[in-house]
């Protein structure tokens, strides 16, 4: 019996192999994604992607040496809101030197100047990361000035501070401005209350409908793509199975046209038969 499912032939693998190579190229185009960050610790990739995915931007992470590095992708038509969105939130977060780490012992003779230096700016360097916890802040710097005042001289110059701080839109540190200026002043030696200054600035806010443009254009291309896909895979099943069936009704008319021949022939020897016994008797 012959077979109803023929095999696919040579050219007929090709197109195949051609065609599946071009819809997956589709489906890589339509997701393409671009490295924005690399070389994070875990917890600030985590920031970041989250305040990406809160706004509308589609974001992944990878670590591409088991986990001690980690990678922060995008999609590459999302690069600039991206950006938009990690400079409002001030991410990836800054990292302050701390007074322990300036002055660890490294053998080497410091001078005066140097060692002063060297204690004003671990100074600002951890009051910067104080004022950076207060929920709301993005950025936080203080900038301390104190004088090399001589012993002798008669009047000296009193110690100053600055403090810089960028805000949230949402967040209101117009109330926090007393306790700031306390806690600065509490951490420098001879600083007056006076002397401190606060410099407060809200960060722009992010358009969110924008931010959630790109996101629902690549929805829409990865949702195109499928359903072409799916629309080719049904033009392929349907020219298949209307191959296979118009071989199989071929066959099967050859096979009744031959039953019929054999039924056709069968019925003329018998009735010749039952004329020659007819004679016979006669």
Same mark, same amino acid.
């Given at each position: 019996m012959n077979r109803l499912h023929p095999p696919i032939s040579a050219s007929g693998r090709r197109r195949m192999a051609r065609l599946a190579a071009l819809l997956a190229s589709a489906v890589l185009v339509a997701g393409c994604q671009q490295e924005l960050y690399g070389g994070l610790v875990e917890r600030d990739c985590n920031e970041m992607m989250a305040a990406l995915l809160q706004n509308g931007v589609d974001a992944q992470k990878k670590s591409p040496d088991g986990g001690k590095t980690w990678t922060l992708a995008v999609d590459d038509? =999302?690069? !600039?809101?991206?950006? +938009? !969105? #990690?400079?409002? *939130?001030?991410?990836?977060?800054?990292?302050?030197?701390?007074?322990?780490?300036?002055?660890?012992? %490294? &053998?080497?003779?410091?001078?005066?100047? +140097? +060692?002063? !230096? *060297?204690?004003?700016?671990?100074?600002? =360097? +951890? #009051?910067?990361?104080?004022?950076?916890?207060?929920? &709301?802040?993005?950025?936080? *710097?203080?900038?301390?000035?104190?004088? /090399? /005042? %001589?012993? #002798?001289? =008669?009047?000296?110059?009193?110690?100053?501070?600055s403090v810089f701080i960028k805000y949230r839109p949402n967040a209101n540190l117009a109330t926090l401005t007393p306790q700031i200026k306390n806690l600065v002043v509490h951490s420098v030696e001879g600083l007056k209350y006076d002397e401190v200054s606060v410099t407060s600035v809200a960060a722009e806010p992010i358009d969110l409908v924008s931010a959630a443009q790109p996101s629902a254009q690549k929805s829409g291309g990865v949702a195109l793509v499928g359903v072409l896909i799916a629309v080719v895979v049904c033009v392929l099943l349907a020219a298949g199975g209307g191959v296979l069936w118009w071989r199989a009704r071929k066959q099967g008319g050859a096979g009744a046209g031959g039953l019929a021949a054999r039924l056709r022939g069968g019925g003329g020897g018998d009735a010749n038969a039952a004329a020659s016994q007819q004679a016979a008797a006669r």
């Open positions: 038509k =999302q690069i !600039v809101k991206a950006m +938009e !969105v #990690l400079r409002a *939130r001030g991410l990836p977060a800054t990292r302050y030197d701390d007074l322990g780490a300036l002055f660890k012992k %490294d &053998g080497l003779v410091s001078t005066p100047t +140097e +060692e002063r !230096v *060297r204690f004003i700016y671990g100074v600002s =360097q +951890e #009051l910067s990361d104080t004022l950076s916890k207060i929920d &709301g802040v993005v950025v936080a *710097r203080v900038h301390i000035v104190l004088p /090399n /005042n %001589d012993p #002798l001289a =008669q009047v000296a110059k009193p110690s100053s501070a």
